[in-house]
């Protein structure tokens, strides 16, 4: 698996320096091959060695070959023990890698909900920027799990702070008309009615289709909900309320409700505009 931190010099892959040729000239022979793995794996990706099918192809007999190891020595070797675990504490050692602190933590937690949140990245393409951020500070990386709640966490407090700066755009009067459209009493300008495909091309279809473009249109919303027009991320949340019941969108706290669904209707809008075309 290459991160980002590999990805500027793949050949590294294959490559020891002469410190790393001295550091692991001190290990035992039937364990230097396991340590030189794992020294190359954390330099390249930032991350321990999960098994040895982690590796690029060639890598292992590579590194053999440049040890002095026999390539099997890798066979049956257990990756969590005791002297994998001391391996893993001398090469953070020897690479110059801190401990993680509670600091570092919260400062990870900040880069990701102000730098890459905004991008709407994908929690594995957050995740891998993270380890890299690590990396280059010389911080030992997170286990995957602290990862998850870091990504995790950062996304929800982007999330809540755009749709809160959204919500104060909307007026009183459109949130009302949005919170009935949101009860789904209506077949054309309830909720499930807006989120319908136009149909097949007959008359009632179409004139189904320029009701909900009307009322759609007579929300006039507002065209800059979202500050800096972050297209991944509304798409981001459009899916997320395409995806929902009526009933689960009402549960959302007032505010962030009326302005997921804002965002999701103004794309709607568009939407049916080209689906009434295409039906004509």
């Not at 980002?4 to 490559?15: F, H, K, Q, T, V």
């Not at 035992?28 to 192809?57: C, I, M």
């Not at 505010?255 to 009434?276: K, M, N, P, S, V």
Request: net charge neutral; with cysteine; proline share 6%.
């Amino acid at each position: 698996m290459e991160r980002e931190i590999g990805l500027a010099d793949p050949s590294g892959w294959l490559r020891l320096s002469v410190a790393e040729e001295g550091f692991l000239a001190t290990k035992h022979p039937r364990t230097r091959l396991a340590a030189a793995v794992e020294l190359v794996h954390y330099r390249q990706t930032g991350r321990f060695l999960k098994s040895a099918s982690d590796l690029p192809p060639g890598v292992a007999d590579q590194l053999a070959a440049a040890t002095g190891a026999d390539p099997g020595d890798l066979e049956g070797w257990l990756w969590s023990s005791r002297t994998s675990r001391r391996h893993r504490a001398e090469i953070l050692e020897f690479l110059g890698m801190r401990r993680l602190s509670r600091r570092d933590m919260a400062d990870a937690f900040a880069f990701a909900a102000e730098e890459l949140c905004p991008h709407g990245m994908t929690p594995g393409a957050m995740a891998d920027r993270l380890i890299s951020w690590f990396f280059e500070r010389k911080i030992e990386c997170p286990s995957e799990d602290e990862l998850a709640r870091v990504t995790g966490g950062a996304r929800r407090r982007f999330e809540e702070r755009v749709l809160d700066a959204a919500g104060e755009l909307l007026p009183e009067t459109l949130k009302t008309v949005l919170d009935a459209s949101l009860a789904d009493a209506d077949p054309v300008t309830g909720f499930t009615g807006l989120k319908a495909d136009p149909g097949k091309a007959n008359l009632e279809n179409i004139l189904t289709a320029a009701k909900r473009l009307e009322f759609l249109r007579s929300l006039a919303l507002p065209a800059d909900l979202l500050p800096g027009g972050s297209d991944p991320v509304s798409r981001s949340f459009r899916r997320r309320v395409a995806n929902e019941s009526p009933w689960r969108m009402r549960q959302h706290p007032a505010g962030r409700r009326h302005a997921l669904y804002a965002l999701f209707l103004a794309h709607r809008e568009r939407e049916i505009t080209d689906g009434l075309v295409d039906l004509l």
